[in-house]
């Protein structure tokens, strides 16, 4: 019995910040496994196509969308252009569901692939008020490497190795108020320490911080973080998504006034108390294990790294069965997306 190939389809990767290649790069792997093609296309002048990997078809114009013609948009942002073929997928560009906007609907998506339970039942929930989406839990597609690639071993060290990566926001950053106990900690040879700054980080914070510079501290630019949160024994933030994503390695994390502390985080809101904090986690109790574990089941119980090949499968149930009504005339959003893509023909 001969068996029939899979049909090709084709999707598109919508790009507007240099943090969303990370996230869709998994999904567009998953889319080469099937045997189907992608593309991506990038507005704005805030992402870089640089970080494309070789081979990547990039579409430069929104006639070349509409050519290509996705059976899906994926999309870790708020917007996507309606007037793009295809259903609209929101992927999401962090786990921080504490944020106030992470609950945000803004009309345009046709299918929410959610991370886990705790994101899943209140995008339910919404969706009996407003039915024109649905809800499939998928995990999270730029987690699919942390969990599917082989930790590499750390080098024979005798110290934790201690990785800072600080939210952006003006509002919820730790870089001003740790500094100075940063750069006291990193001159006493304790720890190692590694510092990773958000894409959007204020380039005058990220120059102060390069000043730190020594045996003992050193930044990791890579465009990935994965090996930096395998290769790390203790996570410090602040409110920042980063810190779900280190603890599904069922290690502890220490944040620095964090909006909405839980039992499974060491919070702190006065920098002298960094250094007790960083013993506490050195030697984290079974009790802090276990929440950590029981967080973990609410924000992103998938660790088999195949939250990619989930996502195009939500699409195919979306499209067999869509969402109960339309998605609202949302006109001036619309309006507002057109201008800034300068496209104004209506077929």
Excluded at 89 to 112: A, I, M, N, S, T
Excluded at 133 to 150: A, C
Excluded at 226 to 241: P, V
Excluded at 257 to 279: C, F, V
């Amino acid at each position: 019995m001969t068996l029939m190939p899979k049909t090709q389809h084709k999707y598109l990767m919508y790009v507007e910040q240099n943090y969303s290649f990370e996230i869709l790069q998994p999904i567009v792997d998953a889319i080469a496994r099937e045997g189907s093609i992608s593309a991506w296309y990038i507005h704005g002048n805030k992402a870089n196509a640089k970080h494309l990997p070789e081979n990547s078809v990039l579409l430069d114009s929104v006639d070349a969308v509409k050519t290509f013609n996705p059976r899906a948009v994926f999309v870790p942002g708020n917007v996507v252009p309606d007037f793009f073929p295809g259903i609209k997928v929101q992927v999401f560009h962090g786990l921080e569901w504490k944020k106030k906007d992470h609950f945000r609907l803004r009309g345009f998506f046709d299918l929410y692939c959610t991370h886990g339970p705790i994101t899943s039942e209140m995008f339910k929930q919404l969706s009996l008020k407003h039915p024109y989406y649905n809800v499939i839990e998928t995990g999270w597609s730029k987690l699919d490497p942390l969990f599917s690639t082989t930790e590499i071993d750390k080098e024979q060290q005798d110290k934790l190795q201690i990785l800072y990566a600080p939210t952006f926001s003006k509002s919820l950053t730790s870089t001003g108020a740790l500094y100075a106990k940063i750069a006291q900690l990193s001159k006493t040879g304790r720890f190692n320490w590694k510092i990773r700054f958000h894409p959007k980080e204020d380039p005058q914070t990220v120059e102060k911080y390069k000043k730190l510079s020594g045996p003992n501290l050193s930044f990791d630019n890579n465009r990935d973080i994965t090996l930096s949160l395998q290769q790390s024994d203790i996570l410090l933030s602040d409110t920042s998504s980063v810190v779900s994503e280190f603890l599904l390695l069922n290690k502890p994390a220490v944040t620095f006034d964090n909006k909405e502390p839980g039992d499974y985080i060491i919070n702190i809101t006065d920098a002298d108390k960094l250094e007790q904090a960083l013993d506490l986690a050195s030697q984290p109790s079974q009790e802090l294990h276990q929440l950590i574990k029981g967080y973990n089941q609410q924000v992103h119980p998938y660790t088999d790294g195949s939250a990619s090949e989930r996502i195009l499968e939500a699409v195919e149930q979306c499209i067999q069965i869509p969402a109960e009504k339309s998605k609202p005339l949302n006109l001036l959003r619309k309006l507002k997306i057109r201008r800034s893509h300068a496209y104004y023909k209506f077929k």
